[in-house]
């Protein structure tokens, strides 16, 4: 059974604009959540990550949000540029646990 | 730069034959992973290790062995090639506490 849910497999925006991926979680333990972005024919590259301290980080135009209550998670893209386009991966680990639990992937595309 | 190598882009392979895939790494991390990416299912982890030969079942181990005889390389092994095991294959490595760092990945087919 899946414990991270990215419930879109696919977003499309316009560049310039926003991109809001979601992703979900079902395990309290997690307290240490990533995302991470992929091309075709390349591995997986961090891109940003969240403490359950926090409720937002921020790395340049990355965004993410984390709503601890509501098990929910959501990275911001401000503005989308084309090479945005990629495959979007969210994980979460707990902090006694060398293993990351992936969702599935929203796959975006940025449309000049 | 964090260099993760895996052996092979591509690999071909029959059922029934032992299959070896290859990953090493150039920063000490003592950490090693290796995952299968199938649509729709994300990366699920095969085996991982946290040091010279010790290795940790993952989410999906059955079918799979692994190998760390040095701390740079972990080899993962598929006994018995069968066509489900046909998939994107990808190792990462980290050490503790930072992200995990990933090869460009192994597309293996069995035919």
């Known amino acids: 059974d899946q414990q991270v849910k990215q419930n879109s497999p696919s977003l499309s925006v316009q560049e310039g604009r926003i991109s809001i991926l979601n992703c979900d979680y079902t395990?309290?333990?997690?307290?240490?959540f990533l995302w991470y972005k992929k091309y075709p024919a390349e591995g997986p590259t961090f891109l940003i990550s969240i403490s359950s301290i926090k409720d937002k980080n921020e790395d340049g135009r990355f965004t993410v949000f984390l709503n601890k209550s509501a098990k929910h998670l959501s990275l911001h893209i401000v503005p989308s540029q084309p090479g945005d386009s990629a495959v979007y991966f969210c994980a979460a680990s707990s902090s006694n646990d060398y293993k990351l639990s992936f969702g599935a992937g929203t796959t975006v595309t940025v449309r000049a | 730069d964090v260099k993760v190598t895996q052996s092979s882009r591509y690999l071909v392979k029959r059922t029934g034959e032992k299959v070896f895939l290859e990953c090493v790494q150039d920063m000490d991390h003592e950490n090693m992973f290796w995952y299968r990416q199938d649509p729709g299912l994300g990366l699920r982890l095969i085996y991982f290790s946290y040091d010279v030969k010790m290795k940790e079942k993952g989410d999906i181990p059955e079918g799979y062995s692994v190998s760390r005889e040095k701390k740079e390389r972990f080899s993962l092994i598929l006994e018995s090639a069968s066509t489900n095991q046909t998939s994107m294959y990808l190792c990462a490595s980290k050490k503790t506490a930072q992200p995990q760092h990933f090869g460009d990945g192994t597309r293996l087919s069995i035919l």
């Open positions: 395990n309290s333990m997690f307290d240490y």
